[in-house]
T-cell receptor, first 116, second 118 residues
């Protein structure tokens, strides 16, 4: 079974600074997807960024980028120029590549605080 | 395009009762997944439905069940409620959800139903 681990329950960053959230996972699959989701106080889960395991290039979405280390099974999220609106719970998630099914396996989450 | 909607948003029940939660996916989406979120267990997958058939199931007791209708709307039911069932229940829909289809279907989450069991 696949597992996802986020070892940082809480992180804080100053507004406009950069912060990195860590995630490790365990799988025997060679192809899969990894995601970072954001859950603000409203509880609405929002997809931040995704990475296909077969791609060597790290995914980037505006101020959000990942450092995907497949051999180490590590998938960290870097948030640059942090904004107050980035404050939320961040979840790392894994999904198999399969012809049917959209099941996500989530990590425990990291609560990010952005200080003005 | 309207997002995923879940009803009701809040629910209070007592132990032993049963409850039904509803999820309406984004128009055109055929796959609906359910997740339970609790402080202790985090986010856990309950089940997924596609074309009225359950095609994935998490490790939950048989008290948790679901179904999907021909219009892709889904319901989940919890019978004989326990205190530990208190949670935020999230629904997510995706497109096209076809077996053998596109390898990646982004999931869009609803706002959740907050269930409190007293």
């Amino acid at each position: 079974a696949q597992t996802v681990t986020q070892s940082q329950p809480e992180m804080s960053v100053q507004e406009a600074e950069t912060v990195t959230l860590s995630c490790t996972y365990d799988t025997s699959e060679s192809d899969y997807y990894l995601f970072w989701y954001k859950q603000p106080p409203s509880r609405q889960m929002i997809l931040v960024i995704r990475q296909e395991a077969y791609k060597q290039q790290n995914a980037t979405e505006n101020r959000f980028s990942v450092n995907f280390q497949k051999a180490a099974k590590s998938f960290s999220l870097k948030i640059s120029d942090s904004q107050l609106g980035d404050a939320a719970m961040y979840f790392c998630a894994y999904r198999r590549v399969e012809t049917s099914g959209s099941r996500l396996t989530f990590g425990e989450g990291t609560q990010l605080t952005v200080n003005p | 395009k309207a997002g995923v909607t879940q009803t009701p948003r809040y629910l209070i029940k007592t132990r032993g009762q049963q409850v039904t939660l509803s999820c309406s996916p984004i128009s055109g989406h055929r796959s609906v997944s359910w997740y339970q979120q609790t402080p202790g267990q985090g986010l856990q997958f309950l089940f997924e439905y596609f074309s009225e058939t359950q095609r994935n199931k998490g490790n939950f007791p048989g008290r948790f069940s679901g179904r999907q209708f021909s219009n892709s709307r889904s319901e989940m039911n919890v019978s004989t409620l326990e205190l530990g069932d208190s949670a935020l229940y999230l629904c997510a829909s995706s497109f096209p959800g076809l077996a053998g289809g596109a390898p990646y279907n982004e999931q869009f989450f609803g706002p959740g139903t907050r269930l409190t069991v007293l």
